[in-house]
């Protein structure tokens, strides 16, 4: 997994790199002007790196399995249409007090639909494999945000794209992976203990006294602010 995620860490990388380049050439003071040229280069930073992610992820998909002759397909991302309206949200930043900060907000929406295409490639190999594999959401980094956490609990037990929550439920710069299990009796990531993370889920759940996972979500990070990285602690006074 740790190949996997610095692949993606890095094409993200250079993304935004290749991004905040452009956008340090254009002038602030026409955000229209600006707006129109984030709404055509951007889509295309997102085909481009996003098909190499796809790759990447197709790539590791099948060195990490055993041998068997199943050749990894690569999974189109989304669509233009999509990264030209998520673009045309956040230019809405141009044409406020703080124009600059437009290119961390576009930046955060790119690197999600990037690392959609190799979680994507992952989920669809998954489902073709005949091994029928089951695969886990497993955060990369010390710690990661109380959502992720609770998705990430429950292990090695997706089987589909809709059950691991991968159209809906990423959010800007998580760079959590989907990962194939193939042993999943034996599997160990380092880093990794869903046990541990379905514990502190589960005592969260009984103090919300709710089974809403956004509500168990805001518990964990009242409960345990310092396991993640949108801990909330309490203000004083």
């Known amino acids: 997994m740790s190949r996997l995620t610095a692949a993606q860490r890095e094409l993200v990388r250079l993304a935004k790199a290749e991004l905040a380049g452009f956008f340090g050439s ?28 796809s790759v990447a992820a197709a790539e590791w998909y099948e060195q990490v399995r055993p041998a068997g002759g199943f050749n990894a397909r690569t999974v189109n991302g989304v669509t233009a249409d999509q990264v ?17 900060q437009t290119l961390g907000l576009v930046q955060g929406a790119m690197q ?3 690392a959609y295409s190799g979680r994507a490639t992952v989920a669809r190999n998954v489902a073709l494999d005949p091994m029928k594999l089951r695969f886990a959401r497993v955060p990369a980094g ?19 794209k809709k059950t691991a929550g991968l159209g809906e439920h990423w959010h800007d710069d998580c760079d959590c992976q989907i990962v194939a299990s193939f042993d999943r009796e034996h599997a160990h990531i380092d880093g990794y203990d869903p046990d541990r993370l379905y514990d502190l889920y589960q005592q969260a759940r009984a103090a919300s006294g709710s089974g809403d996972q956004k509500d168990i979500a805001a518990w964990m990070r009242r409960m345990f602010p310092d396991e993640f990285t949108d801990g909330v602690r309490p203000t004083a006074g």
Do not use: K, M, N
């Not at 002038?27 to 992610?53: C, F, K, M, Q, T």
């Not at 309206?85 to 600059?100: C, E, I, K, M, T």
């Not at 010390?142 to 589909?160: D, I, P």
């Open 26 to 53: 254009l002038d602030l003071s026409r955000p229209e002007a600006v707006r129109d040229s984030l709404l055509e280069i951007v889509p295309l930073l997102v085909r481009e790196y996003g098909d190499l992610a």
């Open 84 to 100: 030209a309206g998520s673009v045309r949200y956040q230019a809405r930043s141009l044409f406020g007090d703080d124009p600059v």
């Open 112 to 114: 999600r639909f990037i």
């Open 142 to 160: 010390a710690r990661t945000c109380a959502w992720c956490s609770l998705l990430a609990s429950r292990g090695f037990v997706y089987a589909t």
